[in-house]
Nanobody
Framework: QVQVVESGGGLVQPGGSLRLSCVAS????????MAWHRQAPGKQRELVAR???????DYSDSVKGRFTVSRDNAKNTLYLQMNSLKPQDSAVYYC??????????????WGRGTQVTVSS
């Protein structure tokens, strides 16, 4: 089994910063892509940033220039540095990881999410 756990969410004032972490563990042979998504109340889940296995990064237009994704392959960890936060960034942030398991099967695993609230 593969587990994905997010951390680092919280309450921050507009203009502030937060750093989210996502750790993948368990029966992993290889991780391909890791990504951050978010879902605000009443809205669909949307992609925030994605880093593929070759380190190609895609950001949603709404976070370009403010958010930075990075990855520590040795620790199977993905980070999301969020700066200049806005109230509209408030959402539950989910991490998604895909790769190959020790059963030699592809996996696509989601974490349970971490809440980010931007408010004064």
């Amino acid at each position: 089994q593969v587990q994905v756990v997010e951390s680092g969410g919280g309450l921050v004032q507009p203009g502030g910063s937060l750093r989210l972490s996502c750790v993948a563990s368990g029966a992993i042979v290889r991780i391909s892509a890791m990504a951050w998504h978010r879902q605000a109340p009443g809205k669909q889940r949307e992609l925030v940033a994605r880093m593929s296995g070759d380190s190609t990064i895609d950001y949603s237009d709404s976070v370009k220039g403010r958010f930075t994704v990075s990855r520590d392959n040795a620790k199977n960890t993905l980070y999301l540095q969020m700066n200049s936060l806005k109230p509209q960034d408030s959402a539950v942030y989910y991490c998604n990881v895909d790769g190959l398991s020790t059963a030699w099967l592809d996996f696509d695993q989601w974490g349970r999410g971490t809440q980010v609230t931007v408010s004064s």
